[in-house]
């Protein structure tokens, strides 16, 4: 189930990158529609049920007062209504009543070993190549640094089709990283790393957000994350020589120069 999920890029013309089928966009989408799917059926099943007994069970024989006589109606022969604080028999040794919790629990051990394999494969996506990025939170913004050394500071640059996966910590307070329009999110603590990662399938302008109450200037911590077609994204191992294509491509995505590459901006 997972470990399926690795496809080489070199079919795409670069050997040296490589691809997951599923990014956790794919995942989460995925999550929240089996859950409103079931639900949905659960919630139907359930209130349809319910108005068919109070109907079928419904009092029919109001007296001259128009008030009705629970005791007769319990003697009417036609039908046998369950009495107030009685257990239901079932009628069929139990049938009904082993049916649905028997359904209930393959329903719900189902779900928890279908989202749990999700789950670990959230947590080991294991990528043949990724791009690593360190993250740090600081009051009040985010620093980047890359595997090559170069360090930056408030936005970050990427490519799309990669994996790139983040080692978040930070500099003095909590925080807590987060980039919603690619379901990556993870604690920022002072002294300690956490790491979540991502795989932009659009280009585009995405924002990193600070999710955790940090001091006066917590709602500025909401910064932009460029996502680059990969033939755009010029690698270096030299720091400097980074540095001046990042330098570049910062001042004409600022100038507006980049817009035709702009699939989503959000
Ligand atoms: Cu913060």
Not at 65 to 88: A, K, M, N, Q, T
Not at 117 to 135: A, G, Q, R, T
Not at 173 to 194: E, F, S
């Given at each position: 189930?997972?470990?399926?999920?690795?496809?080489?890029?070199?079919?795409?013309?670069?050997?040296t990158?490589?691809?997951?089928?599923r990014?956790?966009?794919?995942?989460?989408?995925?999550?929240?529609?089996?859950?409103?799917?079931?639900?949905?059926?659960?919630?139907?099943?359930?209130?349809?049920?319910?108005?068919?007994?109070?109907?079928?069970?419904?009092?029919?024989?109001?007296?001259?007062?128009?008030?009705?006589?629970?005791?007769?109606?319990?003697?009417?022969?036609?039908?046998?209504?369950?009495?107030?604080?009685?257990?239901?028999?079932?009628?069929?040794?139990?049938?009904?009543?082993?049916?649905?919790?028997?359904?209930?629990?393959?329903?719900?051990?189902?779900?928890?070993?279908?989202?749990?394999?999700?789950?670990?494969?959230?947590?080991?996506?294991?990528?043949?190549?990724?791009?690593?990025?360190?993250?740090?939170?600081?009051?009040?913004?985010?620093?980047?640094?890359?595997?090559?050394?170069?360090?930056?500071?408030?936005?970050?640059?990427?490519?799309?089709?990669?994996?790139?996966?983040?080692?978040?910590?930070?500099?003095?307070?909590?925080?807590?990283?987060?980039?919603p329009?690619?379901?990556?999110?993870?604690?920022?603590?002072?002294?300690?790393?956490t790491?979540?990662?991502?795989?932009?399938?659009?280009?585009?302008?995405?924002?990193?957000?600070?999710?955790?109450?940090?001091?006066?200037?917590?709602?500025?911590?909401?910064?932009?994350?460029?996502?680059?077609?990969?033939?755009?994204f010029?690698w270096?191992?030299?720091p400097?020589?980074?540095?001046?294509?990042?330098?570049?491509?910062?001042?004409?995505?600022?100038?507006?120069?980049?817009?035709?590459?702009?699939?989503?901006?959000?």
């Amino acid at each position: 189930m997972t470990g399926s999920g690795v496809t080489p890029i070199s079919l795409l013309g670069d050997a040296t990158i490589s691809q997951l089928s599923r990014t956790q966009v794919d995942v989460f989408s995925e999550l929240y529609l089996v859950y409103l799917v079931l639900g949905t059926i659960v919630g139907v099943v359930v209130i349809a049920y319910m108005l068919h007994s109070a109907y079928k069970y419904r009092s029919t024989a109001p007296d001259a007062e128009g008030r009705y006589d629970i005791e007769e109606e319990y003697d009417d022969d036609d039908v046998v209504r369950p009495r107030l604080g009685e257990l239901p028999t079932g009628g069929k040794g139990g049938k009904k009543l082993f049916l649905s919790f028997g359904i209930s629990a393959v329903l719900v051990l189902g779900l928890i070993i279908y989202a749990y394999s999700l789950l670990l494969y959230i947590e080991n996506p294991d990528p043949e190549e990724e791009m690593e990025i360190e993250v740090e939170g600081f009051q009040f913004g985010w620093a980047y640094e890359y595997e090559n050394g170069y360090s930056t500071s408030n936005e970050l640059i990427v490519p799309a089709d990669e994996v790139v996966s983040l080692e978040i910590t930070s500099r003095d307070v909590m925080h807590n990283y987060g980039i919603p329009g690619l379901r990556a999110k993870a604690d920022a603590m002072p002294g300690q790393t956490t790491d979540t990662w991502f795989q932009a399938e659009e280009t585009g302008e995405y924002k990193a957000i600070c999710y955790e109450l940090c001091g006066n200037g917590h709602s500025n911590m909401r910064e932009d994350v460029l996502v680059l077609p990969p033939e755009e994204f010029e690698w270096s191992d030299d720091p400097d020589e980074f540095e001046e294509w990042y330098d570049d491509t910062r001042d004409a995505w600022q100038s507006g120069e980049l817009d035709h590459l702009m699939e989503v901006t959000n």
